[in-house]
């Protein structure tokens, strides 16, 4: 049955195939949802890392006199 989702080939080492492969089947999922899986998962720890950063750099600039308070916001 065709699909409408695009692909990726990838080449991977074999230990890493291995080791995606006992995942798949310890999960009972086909290896192309558990690489799915870890690619979402891998690019939502990466946007994390990202505001993680976000975060700190506004953290290091904020001033406690100039913030807004609760009751001036709402």
């Not at 558990?34 to 953290?59: G, N, P, Q, T, Y």
Request: charged letters at 35%; glycine letters at 2%; zero cysteines.
């Amino acid at each position: 049955m065709p699909t409408k989702n695009p692909r990726i080939n990838v080449v991977l080492e074999r230990p890493l195939f291995i080791g995606i492969e006992h995942l798949a089947k310890r999960d009972g999922v086909s290896l192309s949802l558990k690489v799915r899986d870890l690619v979402r998962e891998a690019i939502e720890m990466e946007e994390d890392i990202a505001l993680s950063r976000f975060a700190e750099k506004r953290e290091i600039s904020f001033s406690k006199k100039k913030a807004l308070k609760h009751s001036e916001v709402w």
